[in-house]
C-alpha cells in the first residue's frame, strides 16, 4: 500500500516473515524497515492487510514457532496479535504497545473463548469511525460470511459460519448477542484416525438461506477430512420461542446411518445454491437446492429436495433418458430410448 512518509511517498510491504518494509517507489530500495514484536520462542507472520489510520499503520498479524520452514498458513498458530507502526517515526508506536487478541463471550450453552489455533487472519483491516469519532475501531474482515434471517416477528438475526465447524446465532444489531450455537458435525479427527488436514476446517461456505413448511431455514454444507466422522449438508430452521430465536435441525443429507455420510464429503465442498427446476407449474413439489464439490471421493453434482433432504440428483443416460437417483435407493427412468411417453421402472440402486 502507498502512504505519505514526511511528504514522501512509501509503498509500505508487510510480508510473511513478519517485517514491514517502506520502499522508495522511485529507486525500488527500501528507506526503512520494522520487525514485528513476538514472545520468546515465536515469530510474527503476516496475512492480513494492514490499515492506515492518520500517521499510524495498523497490522494484525499471528505468531508460529521460531524456525517454521517453509512459512505456510497451514503452520500452527500460537497467537494473534495487533501492533501499531508510528510511520512518521518509523518505528513501533511508543503510545500504542502491542497486544495479544483474546476475548470470550457469555451464551446459553457457557463461555465462548477466541481460539487463536482456529483463527486466520487473511482478510484486510477496515477503520470504521463512529459519529464524533477519531481514530475509529479497526475490525477484521474474514472469511466465512453470515447470512441475514428475518423473522415472522420482524427480528432480524445472522447466522454466521466458522471453520471449526459451528454455525452462531447471533442478533443482527448487537453482535454480541449470541442467541444458539450448533456444531453440525464433530471436530475431525480421533487418535487412531488424525485429521488430513487440520487447518482447513469443516464449514468454509456462507449457508444458503430458504424456507421449509413456512420457516425462514439455512442450508449449509460441511466436510470431514478423516474417515470416522459423518458429513454432508446440513438444513436447520430459525425460529423464535417466546422471543428468543433459536436453531431446529431440519434434515441431514446424506442420514447420519447412511454409511455414505462417513465416505462423501471428505473434501471442501462449494455453497449450496437454492433451485427451483422447471416447469413452474411443478415448483411446488419439486423445489430443491444444489450443491456442488466432492461427492464419493469425485467431483460432481448432487440436489437435495430442500424440505426432506431426499437426494434427487439426476443424470442423462441418452437424449430421452431421465434418471431420477433417490436416497432410498431406488432408481426410475422417466422415459426409456424408443418408447416415448412409456415408464419402465429399473433396479434398486444405490443411492446417490
Not at 11 to 30: H, K, Y
Not at 135 to 162: E, F, H, I, M, N
Not at 201 to 215: H, K, M, N, S
Not at 324 to 346: D, E, V, Y
Amino acid at each position: 500500500m502507498a502512504v505519505a512518509d514526511g511528504g514522501a511517498l512509501r509503498v509500505v510491504i508487510a510480508d510473511a516473515s513478519g517485517a514491514i518494509t517502506a520502499i522508495d517507489p522511485a529507486t525500488g530500495q527500501s528507506a526503512w524497515s520494522v520487525t514485528l514484536p513476538a514472545p520468546a520462542g515465536e515469530q510474527a507472520f503476516v496475512v492480513a492487510t494492514p490499515v492506515v489510520v492518520g500517521g499510524l499503520l495498523v497490522v494484525e498479524y499471528h505468531t508460529v514457532a521460531v524456525g517454521t520452514s517453509p512459512l505456510l498458513v497451514t503452520a500452527t498458530r500460537l497467537r494473534h496479535r495487533v501492533a501499531v507502526v508510528d510511520i512518521a517515526a518509523q518505528a513501533l508506536s511508543t503510545d500504542l504497545a502491542p497486544f495479544d487478541l483474546a476475548a470470550s463471550i457469555a451464551g446459553p450453552f457457557g463461555d465462548y473463548g477466541f481460539e487463536p489455533g482456529q483463527a486466520m487472519a487473511r482478510g484486510a483491516l477496515v477503520n470504521a469511525v463512529p459519529p464524533g469519532g477519531t481514530l475509529g475501531r479497526d475490525q477484521l474482515d474474514g472469511a466465512s460470511s453470515p447470512v441475514a434471517v428475518l423473522l415472522p416477528s420482524g427480528k432480524q438475526v445472522l447466522v454466521y459460519p466458522t471453520k471449526d465447524g459451528a454455525l452462531w446465532l447471533v442478533d443482527y444489531d448487537r453482535m454480541g448477542v449470541v442467541y444458539a450455537h450448533e456444531p453440525p458435525v464433530a471436530s475431525c479427527g480421533t487418535t487412531t484416525d488424525p485429521c488430513a488436514t487440520a487447518w482447513s476446517g469443516t464449514i468454509v461456505t456462507q449457508p444458503a438461506l430458504t424456507t421449509i413448511d413456512g420457516a425462514p431455514a439455512v442450508v449449509v454444507p460441511t466436510f470431514m477430512p478423516d474417515t470416522t466422522h459423518a458429513a454432508g449438508v446440513f438444513a436447520l430452521k430459525v425460529e423464535e420461542d417466546e422471543g428468543t430465536p433459536s436453531f431446529e435441525s431440519a434434515w441431514q443429507f446424506p442420514a447420519a446411518s447412511d454409511p455414505a455420510a462417513i465416505t462423501s464429503f471428505r473434501g471442501a465442498p462449494s455453497r449450496a445454491i437454492v433451485a427451483v427446476p422447471a416447469p413452474a407449474s411443478r415448483a411446488g413439489r419439486a423445489r430443491g437446492l444444489r450443491h456442488r464439490g466432492d461427492v464419493d471421493r469425485r467431483v460432481g453434482e448432487s440436489s437435495v429436495r430442500r424440505r426432506n433432504g431426499f437426494c434427487s440428483r439426476r443424470a442423462r443416460t441418452s437424449s430421452r433418458v431421465r434418471v431420477s437417483l433417490q436416497q432410498t435407493g431406488a432408481r426410475s427412468s422417466s422415459r426409456c430410448s424408443g418408447q416415448r411417453g412409456k415408464r419402465k421402472r429399473m433396479s434398486r440402486q444405490p443411492y446417490c
